[in-house]
């Protein structure tokens, strides 16, 4: 009787864990993988649009950011992916920029133009 009693009561226990670990969930909220890049400069100098190549491979136009603007709310950014990038950034199809830059989650990347 008594044995009988122990082995129902362990399997009880081990019952019991086994459905509580199940109704466990576990929730991981981690950072987008977005990063933003900004171009700021002398829009006096960047009146059209400047050519923004990331990687050799993405190419896309790109308005220039007044330096001077203290409105930084209404900078324009660009999505971009997370890591390591080289960029090139032309304007009236002379390089301007050449480096390799880093890109955080959910950060903005600023590059200043010349």
């Known amino acids: 009787m008594k044995k009988s009693f122990l082995i129902i009561s362990l399997i009880a226990v081990c019952l019991f864990s086994f459905v509580s670990c199940q109704s466990a969930k ?8 977005i990063a933003y890049l900004q171009l700021n400069g002398d829009t006096g100098k960047y009146t059209d649009p400047v050519t923004v190549t ?55 990347t600023i590059v200043e133009l010349p």
């Open 26 to 33: 576990t929730v991981t909220n981690g950072l987008e993988n």
């Open 54 to 108: 990331l990687d050799g491979n993405a190419t896309f136009s790109a308005a220039v950011n007044s330096s001077s603007s203290r409105n930084v709310k209404h900078f324009q950014t660009y999505k971009i992916a997370t890591g390591a990038h080289d960029i090139v950034i032309t304007f009236k199809n002379e390089t301007i920029i050449n480096k390799k830059i880093f890109a955080s989650a959910n950060e903005v």
